[in-house]
């Protein structure tokens, strides 16, 4: 089993930077790809951004972002203590959503949710 924890959802004003944080525990040797998704009110979930690792918090990673997020988003991770991380820059309205941390291995892993909106 895998538990994973999100923090750093908020308002935001447009143009604004927010960092979102997903710690990961349990049986993280078993993840390969995590990653962060994101569902607007209406809308089916997306994904934003994933990295890819043999080992995701122990060996080199390649990262996969969406077109709309592309040079704005910036996701990494920090090895240390197992927390992989979503820096937002230069938010605009319609990336407010509930932002979901997801964790696959042999079986796949969903965070609760934090709700960013970025509003004036």
């Known amino acids: 089993q895998v538990q994973l924890v999100e923090s750093g959802g908020g308002l935001v004003q447009p143009g604004g930077s927010l960092r979102l944080s997903c710690a990961a525990s349990?049986?993280?040797?078993?993840?390969?790809?995590m990653g962060w998704y994101r569902q607007a009110p209406g809308k089916e979930r997306e994904l934003v951004a994933t990295?890819?690792?043999?080992?995701?918090?122990?060996?080199?990673?390649?990262?996969n972002y969406a077109d709309s997020v592309k040079g704005r988003f910036t996701i990494s991770r920090n090895n240390a203590n197992n927390t992989l991380y979503l820096q937002m820059n230069s938010l605009k309205p319609e990336d407010t959503a509930v932002y979901y941390c997801?964790?696959?291995?042999?079986?796949?892993?969903w965070g609760q949710g934090t709700q960013v909106t970025v509003s004036s």
């Open positions: 997801n964790a696959r291995g042999r079986e796949t892993y």
């Open positions: 349990g049986s993280i040797f078993s993840i390969n790809v």
């Open positions: 990295i890819t690792s043999v080992a995701i918090f122990t060996s080199g990673y390649s990262t």
